[in-house]
């Protein structure tokens, strides 16, 4: 059974394996910037687990912008309770955990947080080719980012929570 709860230092080995396994290296966090998140937004860094096994995590902080700004991959704040945007900086799945809806159950955990925490909106930067991914879980498309993080193509999707 899998279960949901925040990142713990302890995990960081695992996590930065799933991250470093899922991203290019001009996009993966670094493993201090991952323990950074981890210190400050632990509410908001939520790890799937089973059998005490990390399966996959989702991870980002929340924001008084709609749209995610290439300086959040850098600089961690503590969530602050004004902010009206939950972004999502980072999901990924170990390789030998996809297909089972990890990915899934974390958007739902994290939405979940948000709407606890009176969050307006999910907001996040995918390539072109996950649109359909997050199109399916009730993300909406708002065009191409301006995000350049990692030399990438980045598309701005939001989720409204107040639906």
């Known amino acids: 059974m899998i279960e949901i709860s925040p990142a713990k230092s302890s995990e960081l080995t695992a996590i930065m394996a799933i991250e470093n396994q899922g991203f290019s290296p001009a996009e993966a966090a670094s493993r201090a910037a991952m323990q ?11 790890v799937a687990h089973e059998d005490n096994q990390v ?10 912008e709609r749209y995610i700004d290439d ?7 503590p969530n602050k309770p004004e902010d009206g945007t939950q972004t999502i900086l980072s999901l990924a799945t170990a390789p030998f955990a996809q297909k089972r809806g990890v990915a899934s159950q974390l958007l739902e955990a994290l939405a979940h947080q948000a ?10 930067t995918c390539l ?6 997050y199109q399916a879980h009730g993300y909406q498309n708002e065009g191409v980012a301006a995000s350049t993080h990692g030399g990438e193509t980045w598309y701005n999707m939001t989720l409204d929570l107040t639906k």
Not at 71 to 77: I, S
Not at 128 to 133: A, D, H, K, T, V
């Open 36 to 46: 950074e998140r981890i210190e400050k937004i632990s509410d908001t860094f939520l």
């Open 55 to 64: 399966l996959g995590y989702i991870v980002g902080p929340a924001y008084h």
């Open 71 to 77: 300086a959040l991959f850098d600089q961690v704040v």
């Open 115 to 124: 709407k606890n925490d009176k969050r307006q909106l999910i907001s996040l």
């Open 128 to 133: 072109e080719r996950l649109i359909p991914f």
